[in-house]
């Protein structure tokens, strides 16, 4: 009995001891924090293992010799590496020239697209004229709607491209405009191109948030519209605009679904060509065991995406900025 009052005493002692209460604060708040980070910890390892596993492995795996591949106990790092992967994926894909290609290809687009979805977007954020909503409410449509249900249409529409019979009238002929980069040019020019619908987007909330002022300003001193659009108002959305483009080029570099539909030349869409280099090589070169042919493939597509990651390396600051002041997170 005495032992176990002499406990309550205790206890109660503890109760009202104030360093005690303290100390037991300090140790709940360092729990809940390491619980936290150790929370993190397990999300990030979850995710570098989703996205950044399997990209390690092709890296890794395009250094392989055939003594690596055959060899079961190599993992990760080869022990006799080789550029051979390369040298060949390099030839097949001709990858300078089809390189090249693709991107005049895609940086004309991404310049198109900065052009005109940055004009769509100004409009909206300042200017006020009939349907205004209606025709927002369809751009957010543009964005929401997968492009997969809109495939017979487009295709329909450049195979046979004859808006209102001008064409035919003109002509007496109708173009057919698969094979070419035609569609792409054409839908990008009139605001409807890859994601030209998020872009409107971006641009239309930047242009919200900057002050009116700005503009008034410019009017007050003489400024035109034109002049004041571009050397004022579109300089002051720089963060936007490099967001757009990267967006733009990242997108079209990688874009396969319009090249497919259209089927433009996997010389000018090298998305497209590296979706032929394994069989390309096992067809050419002989390489008939579909494991090592891999090898090469896994070669071709480092070499595909090394140009994103160097354009994204080096304009990541901007590119993050931008995405903050535009809007589009948070």
Known sequence: MDLIQNCKIEIEKLKNDKQ????????????????????????????CYVI???????????????????????????QNPTMERYRLAWLRLDYLKTLGNSLAYV?????????????????????????????????????VIPTHTVILPIYVTFQKFNPLGLFSMLTGKVPNYLGTVKPMFIMTLF??????????????????????????????????????????????????????????????????????????????????????????IANVDRIMTPAIARLYLYAGIVLVILPVVIVYVLLQKRFIEGVERSGIVG
């Open 20 to 47: 005690f209460a303290n100390n037991r604060k300090k140790y709940i708040t360092k729990s809940k924090e390491a619980l936290f980070w150790l929370f993190r910890l397990i999300i990030l390892i979850g995710i």
């Open 52 to 78: 950044l596993g399997p990209l390690i492995g092709i890296v890794s795996s395009s250094f392989f010799s055939d003594s690596d591949f055959a060899n079961k106990l190599v993992y990760i790092i080869p």
């Open 107 to 143: 940086l004309s687009l991404m310049v198109i697209q900065v052009v005109i979805c940055s004009m769509v977007g100004y409009g909206f954020a300042r200017f006020n004229f009939p349907f205004k909503k209606l025709l927002f409410g369809l751009v957010i449509v543009m964005i």
């Open 191 to 280: 605001g409807c191109g890859l994601r030209s619908g998020l872009y409107i987007y971006i641009f239309n909330q930047f242009f919200r948030g900057l002050p009116k002022e700005i503009e008034e300003a410019a009017f007050v001193d003489g400024a035109g519209m034109w002049y004041t659009y571009f050397r004022i108002m579109l300089v002051n959305a720089i963060p936007s605009v490099l967001t757009v483009a990267i967006f733009s080029l990242v997108w079209q570099y990688n874009d396969t679904f319009f090249g497919n539909l259209f089927n433009i030349s996997p010389n000018i869409v090298i998305s497209r060509k590296i979706t032929t280099l394994q069989q390309t």
